[in-house]
């Protein structure tokens, strides 16, 4: 419980002492696993996950089971489309999948519309995660839109170095297509010319994107 109060204190400084009492008291501790999904399409959430630590994907499936990346969540993130299932006892129409051992704690959903109304921090920081949220989502819309595949492949890397603060994605080329929705062949191609131009190191389900994010600074 030590290590809670301390993260909880780390990730939210901006929360009033009782809530912060609150949330340690009501909340349930979910360690989980790469990869590991905590919500899936259709499911309804009887619990409310906010990060305390490592990094989720939140993603949505077609009907031929394949990925559509929405956003990253990292620490001190929640998933506002999560929190509108909850409130509105609707099922999920996201998918919550770890993208690295994590650290979750679990929120029961009758208590979000009670500190909704007791505590003006925890409104202002659920209203704040929703305008990022709506954000990234907009991001994503674009990037569909109006991006070719290499410049989303860039997106994509970016936005993991900012939920993780890593430089090196640890996976395969197939991963990447899943979560980009195309093929693997592309995505290596794209690679190798990204490899050609020094933003990114190739090794065998190993990519360090450090060139990239280099160049960003």
């Known amino acids: 419980m030590e290590q809670i109060n301390h993260l909880l204190s780390q990730r939210f400084p ?21 990869d590991d999904e905590i919500l899936r399409e259709g499911q309804y959430i009887k619990s409310f996950p906010m990060v305390l630590e490592g990094s ?42 770890a993208d690295e051992n ?13 500190w909704m109304m007791q505590y003006p921090s925890w409104k202002t920081y659920m209203m704040y995660a929703y305008r990022k949220r709506f954000d990234e989502l907009l991001e994503t819309i674009d990037a569909i839109a109006f991006m070719d595949l290499d410049q989303r492949l860039e997106l994509f890397l970016r936005s993991r170095f900012k939920a993780t603060g890593e430089k090196i994605f640890s996976g395969t080329h197939q991963d990447i297509a899943y979560q980009l929705n195309t093929s693997r062949e592309v995505v290596s191609r794209l690679l190798k010319k990204m490899e050609e131009k020094g933003l990114v190191k190739l090794g065998r389900a190993e990519i360090d994107f450090s060139g990239l994010i280099a160049r960003e600074l």
């Open 102 to 114: 994590s650290v979750l704690l679990r929120i029961p959903i009758e208590c979000l519309d009670k």
């Open 14 to 34: 901006f929360f009033e002492d009782e809530l912060r009492d609150e949330i340690e008291q009501y909340g349930q501790v979910q360690e989980i696993g790469k």
């Open 56 to 97: 989720l994907r939140v993603i949505r499936h077609d009907d031929e089971g394949n990925e559509l990346l929405l956003y990253f969540l990292k620490p001190g993130d929640v998933c506002s489309m999560a929190l509108t299932c909850c409130m509105g006892q609707q099922q999920s129409n996201i998918s919550a999948l």
